[in-house]
């Protein structure tokens, strides 16, 4: 799931408090095979509530909070969710299948339980209505926008949350826009020479994509306070290893601040990252990164030996996907 999309599309009433007035909580989850010992919880005007597991293997806390939108973490993906007066929430999930298996049982968890299935139907959506033509695309944009307004009317939520999820739609279709457009871009990349960069190199030195020609080469876009990246990392890793050999080269290119070199330099080291280990010049505003129409990482780039754009936004390590693909090129 493409995690920096759908939790993009939903800031507005992600970090919306709509109430002044605290409200006690009570907040419990089960999560199979779990990705830390933590769950964190975070809102506007830095709230914040970090819970442990217990000895029983569950997260559970007691705490105050104003009513309104949410976000909860467990270091390595998130999701939003809705407290509002006296909610007693039991959340079940596995996080292999984040997003897909989220379940809230108990008092005031209707909200909740909307935003996780509106999440799927956002990613859904953008991965069936991105391919279409731009005018199929527009009307099922605009048809979507419509059946969701539809169905946060008729559902038995908080008059405060159905406000603020009709105004995040009208978000989603101006950000779905400006995302279909940027896919677009790239898509017409394909088969083309692809954008060249010259990067310094952590090992010294500087690198470019024409020296690595002859070769496929396989390029993560990502920075260090990027929590969906840092998760790639360990697949990134075994994937690295599985083709080790072979006809592929497998870049890593960070977008950090340059102010933030001294920590990607430290990270690489202390991660003991394998790989081309590059740094681009201008974070965002890097001629490679703007050409690619990146607005979102991870973003992961397959260019082919002759140089030009085999993949424009391919799998991530973390996919199945990835490894079919590069089989067939590598045989």
């Known amino acids: 799931m493409n995690k920096l999309f759908v939790t993009g599309l939903l800031i507005f009433s992600a970090l919306n408090v709509i109430g002044q007035a605290k409200n006690q909580v009570k907040f419990t989850a089960k999560i199979a095979n779990r990705n830390s010992d933590t769950l964190v919880i975070k809102g506007r005007d830095n709230f914040k509530q970090v819970i442990p597991i217990n000895k029983k293997e569950l997260f559970v806390a007691n705490f105050e909070a104003p009513k309104g939108f949410y976000m909860f973490s467990d270091g390595t993906e998130s999701s939003n969710l809705y407290l509002k007066s006296d909610s007693d929430i039991s959340l079940t999930m596995n996080a292999k299948e984040f997003d897909e298996t989220i379940v809230y049982k108990g008092k005031g968890v209707d909200e909740s339980n909307f935003l996780a299935q509106q999440a799927l139907k956002d990613e859904k959506f953008r991965e069936e209505a991105f391919v279409k033509e731009p005018a199929e695309f527009a009307s099922l944009l605009e048809t979507k926008r419509k059946t969701d307004i539809e169905?946060?009317?008729?559902?038995?939520?908080?008059?405060?949350?159905?406000?603020?999820?009709?105004?995040?739609?009208?978000?989603?279709?101006?950000?779905?826009?400006?995302?279909?457009?940027?896919?677009?871009?790239?898509?017409?990349?394909?088969?083309?020479?692809?954008?060249?960069?010259?990067?310094?190199?952590?090992?010294?030195?500087?690198?470019?994509?024409?020296?690595?020609?002859?070769?496929?080469?396989?390029?993560?876009?990502?920075?260090?306070?990027?929590?969906?990246?840092?998760?790639?990392?360990?697949?990134?890793?075994?994937?690295?290893?599985?083709?080790?050999?072979?006809?592929?080269?497998?870049?890593?290119?960070?977008?950090?601040?340059?102010?933030?070199?001294?920590?990607?330099?430290?990270?690489?080291?202390d991660k003991n990252l394998g790989g081309v280990q590059l740094f681009a010049d201008k974070d965002w505003e890097s001629e490679f990164v703007t050409n690619y129409g990146v607005t979102g990482i991870p973003r992961f780039i397959i260019v082919d030996p002759n140089g030009n754009v085999f993949s424009s936004d391919a799998d991530r390590p973390s996919s199945p996907d990835l490894q079919k693909q590069l089989d067939k090129l590598l045989k």
């Open 151 to 269: 169905n946060v009317e008729k559902g038995n939520f908080d008059p405060e949350f159905k406000t603020a999820l009709k105004q995040s739609f009208e978000s989603f279709n101006q950000y779905a826009v400006q995302e279909y457009e940027r896919a677009s871009k790239a898509n017409k990349l394909k088969g083309k020479p692809s954008p060249g960069f010259d990067y310094e190199n952590h090992k010294g030195g500087k690198t470019k994509l024409s020296d690595l020609k002859g070769k496929y080469v396989y390029i993560d876009l990502w920075a260090t306070w990027c929590a969906p990246c840092r998760a790639e990392i360990p697949y990134l890793q075994k994937i690295e290893e599985k083709y080790h050999g072979k006809n592929i080269e497998f870049v890593s290119i960070s977008i950090d601040k340059v102010k933030d070199n001294e920590k990607w330099k430290k990270f690489v080291t």
